[in-house]
């Protein structure tokens, strides 16, 4: 058990533990703002792998796809729910920080950034496309880079999809990049040390009680928004007697996810709490897979609360237009992108790219740091509420009474 939680979450706490010796050398030594570079090295390179990796996983995903049409009653059902439950995830998330604040009373913003005035029209056309080619393979282009990735993936699957030398080579280019980002991680403690160095030494220990107040907000909210919301829904989708069957079968796929920080690991766990239930083989067999890689209710809240810790780092005040944008981001992020290799990295560098463009080599990695420390919550969040999400498909495809009838059988 110790062994396999080391090998689940070696990366975690190695990250951790270069963070926090990094804040204790800028806290003891001043001078630690020379080690600046230790961090840079590793968003550089970062930085170099991640552009091209955004646009050959996605145009890849979408070529190899078995078939362009999955689309059925179920499926539809399912995303529509993905999209419900991550939306009210992500408000929910707003106004609690809008409320409450994710910074200590008498936080000094680190830099002051002017909020540049939200322009519906040519947020659009800046939103999806680039007037260049060129233009797209950069850090501050991640949206229209993945746009142009969705389109590429379609043309190849028109001319012969997965069959076709192109998807081919798009799956093999996306696996060496994959390796190569996997090479830079065993870099990440050293510049995740550095970088903190760099931060406490120069922004002094109001930055580390900023981080900790975000992180207590996170936990905080995620639980409760579990132990709240996971009633409603199922109720919503079993009807009568619906809250009594959820609780007896979430804690297990809920462990199982905080423990190992992977929803796909979940879904063994899942499928037998849905065949306990009494969920169709036609409901459970696509929303829990589909739900690994698509529903995070958990990403969508954690994604508020990195913009909302960068709108207060930043000086920016974190408006109702803005908001809505981030809330947005945050669902399309969290529901669309996620599926993809790395897609939580990619929709840190989503919502970098759009609200700190000319300051995302210093927004990126404290986004990606206040990332992976609320990864354990954020999961648990995420897979839990897969299978709960079956209640809600289940009400569409087999009828509103679909648990009763389940519940009748068993007692005959």
């Not at 069957?245 to 920080?261: I, N, R």
């Not at 809330?327 to 840190?348: H, K």
């Amino acid at each position: 058990m110790k062994s396999s939680f080391l090998k689940n979450n070696w990366f975690t706490l190695t990250m951790v533990l270069g963070m926090v010796a990094g804040a204790v050398t800028g806290w003891l030594w001043p001078g630690a703002t020379v080690l600046e570079p230790l961090g840079t090295i590793f968003i550089n390179m970062m930085f170099c792998v991640v552009v091209p990796l955004v646009f050959f996983s996605i145009s890849s995903a979408v070529a190899n796809m078995v078939s362009a049409r999955k689309a059925g009653k179920v499926m539809g059902t399912t995303v529509v729910t993905f999209l419900c439950t991550a939306a009210i995830a992500a408000i929910i998330m707003y106004v609690i920080v809008r409320v409450i604040g994710v910074v200590p009373s008498g936080f000094e913003a680190i830099e002051k950034v002017e909020a540049d005035p939200v322009n519906v029209t040519a947020l659009i056309v800046n939103f999806f496309t680039k007037p260049d080619f060129t233009d797209l393979f950069s850090r501050r282009a991640i949206l229209p880079l993945i746009v142009a990735a969705i389109l590429f993936g379609f043309g190849v699957q028109l001319a012969g999809g997965r069959e076709t030398p192109t998807a081919k080579l798009l799956a093999n280019i996306n696996e060496c990049l994959m390796k190569t980002m996997r090479i830079i991680t065993y870099y990440a403690p050293i510049g995740f040390f550095g970088f903190f160095a760099y931060l406490v030494a120069t922004f002094g220990p109001e930055f580390l009680k900023g981080y900790g107040r975000t992180l207590i907000i996170y936990y905080v909210v995620a639980f409760a928004y579990m132990f709240i919301f996971a009633p409603i829904y199922s109720r919503f989708g079993g009807g009568k007697g619906a809250t009594r069957v959820m609780w007896s079968h979430l804690f297990q796929p809920a462990a199982v996810s905080f423990g190992t920080c992977s929803s796909v690991a979940t879904i063994p766990t899942n499928m037998e709490a849905c065949e306990d239930t009494g969920v169709s083989k036609d409901v459970s067999e696509i929303v829990i897979p589909m739900g690994a890689t698509m529903h995070m209710d958990g990403s969508a809240m954690s994604a508020i609360i990195k913009v909302a810790f960068l709108f207060a780092f930043f000086g920016q005040d974190f408006t109702t237009g803005r908001a809505i944008l981030a809330i947005i981001v945050a669902v399309f992020s969290s529901v669309a992108m996620s599926g993809i290799p790395g897609g939580g990295g990619t929709g840190e560098m989503v919502l970098c790219s759009i609200f700190f463009p000319e300051q995302i080599g210093l927004a990126l990695p404290i986004a990606w740091a206040l990332g992976d420390l609320v990864d354990p919550p954020a999961t648990m969040v995420n897979a839990a509420m897969d299978y709960v999400s079956t209640y809600i498909v289940s009400r569409y495809v087999d009828g509103k009474d679909w648990l009763q009838k389940k519940l009748n059988a068993a007692k005959e």
